[in-house]
């Protein structure tokens, strides 16, 4: 009989195929293991970022405090006028964001909540996204949770859908490259790119201060590089899939602590 | 006015080495990029920072179109007596900024 042999055959390529194909089952970070990419900078970077005469994006925070007392629009209000010292207010606010919004029945993220905030109380136009001013405001305010634990988004019910959205897109091959987040950041986060680590992608510390850019820049600005990278079409800014991924990200860094206005090369 | 962050202890012993910081926002432009459309971005840097403890100049520095934008410059100073110190940055299309500080010495 001759029958066995283009059944073996099969069986190889079968074999073959499954031990391929496991390595891009993508893991999630266990808990224990994530960690701020502060944890791999040079101590120059760190010391740089800890010291608060040396941090150059406390020259954000200091605009956006002056800013937060600065009344503007038609209404002439300044944000104090409603939420008094943002000291008292805003701490914690930025563990929280991106939030589910009712009245527009989907999530926004820190910036699209403080311009709506100008659209509607103070009747100012929008700052355009990564302006100095709406980056200054941001860092203000995430400062002011610095030290404090990313809180669990998925705990609001009602982003459960958004946070999805995100997953899916930071699982989805992107671009001419043919990459996911996920091959570099949950799979490879140890190992190293061009001299560089690979980072774990946690959300700590935005808006950050990027030596490269010579500037303070938000998250979004961070995706849109790394899409860039991938040579995929990134998403406009404010993009619905951007505040998605924003979401994901942060329940991805659940728990790590805000370090807001962070440094990083 | 550029908004400037320094550092200087509010108190100190007499004969006391102190570390004195000063961080500036300024974007340092080159003057060797182009736009987008292919025309030369004209040089926007801090060319000089001074400082002066009661009136002694203690720290000058050059800056030059290689430094990175938003520029900080920590020194080492001996805390003689009270008194302030000023710190002064001048540059390119007049651009002057003035900061001081209180130091009490004991």
């Given amino acids: 009989m001759k029958a066995p042999r283009p059944l073996r055959a099969k069986t190889i390529v079968m074999v073959t195929l499954a031990v391929v194909a496991s390595p891009i089952a993508a893991g999630e970070i266990p808990a224990d293991q994530r960690r701020s990419s502060y944890d791999v900078m040079s101590h120059e970077t760190q ?40 000291s008292a207010s805003m701490k914690g606010i930025a563990t929280r964001y991106p939030a589910f919004d009712a009245e527009r029945g989907r999530a926004l993220d820190l910036t699209q909540r403080i311009n709506l905030c100008r659209n509607e109380h103070q009747n100012a136009t929008s700052l355009p996204y990564e ?84 500037g303070i820049g938000s998250l979004q600005r961070r995706m849109r ?17 951007l505040v998605d991924l924003e979401l994901f990200m942060k329940w991805r860094s659940r728990g790590l602590r805000i370090e807001t206005p962070a440094v990083r090369p | 006015m550029a908004r400037a962050l320094i550092s200087v202890p509010a108190k100190a012993g007499r004969g006391e080495i102190i570390a004195i910081k000063a961080l500036i926002s300024h974007h340092m432009e080159t003057g060797f990029r182009h736009s987008t459309t292919g025309q030369l971005i004209a040089r926007d840097i801090i ?50 900024a003035t900061e001081q500080a209180a130091i009490s010495v004991e």
């Fill in chain 1, 131 to 214: 302006s100095k001013e709406l980056l200054a405001l941001t860092a203000y305010v995430a400062r002011l949770s610095r030290g404090l634990p990313i809180a669990d988004p998925a705990a609001d019910e009602r982003l459960g859908a958004s946070i999805e959205a995100g997953r899916q897109t930071f699982n989805r091959r992107q671009g001419q490259l043919n990459l996911t987040c996920a091959q570099c950041h949950d799979d490879n986060w140890n190992k190293q790119l061009a001299g560089n680590p690979v980072t774990q992608g946690q959300v700590t510390g935005y808006p950050l201060y990027r030596l490269e850019w010579q």
């Fill in chain 1, 225 to 241: 590089n790394c899409m860039i990278g991938m040579r995929a079409e990134p998403f406009e800014y404010g993009a619905p899939e």
């Fill in chain 2, 47 to 96: 060319t000089s920072f001074v400082c002066r403890y009661n009136g002694e100049e203690i720290f000058r520095a050059d800056l030059f179109p290689a430094t990175a934008a938003n520029p900080f410059i920590s020194f080492y100073t001996r805390a003689t007596e009270s008194g302030t110190i000023v710190f002064e940055w001048t540059g390119d299309n007049g651009f002057a």
């Fill in chain 1, 47 to 86: 010391a740089m970022q800890d010291d608060d005469a040396s941090n150059p994006g406390m020259l954000w925070v200091l605009d956006g405090e002056a800013l937060w007392h600065l009344k503007t629009g038609t209404a002439d209000k300044a944000c104090t006028d409603c939420h008094g010292e943002a």
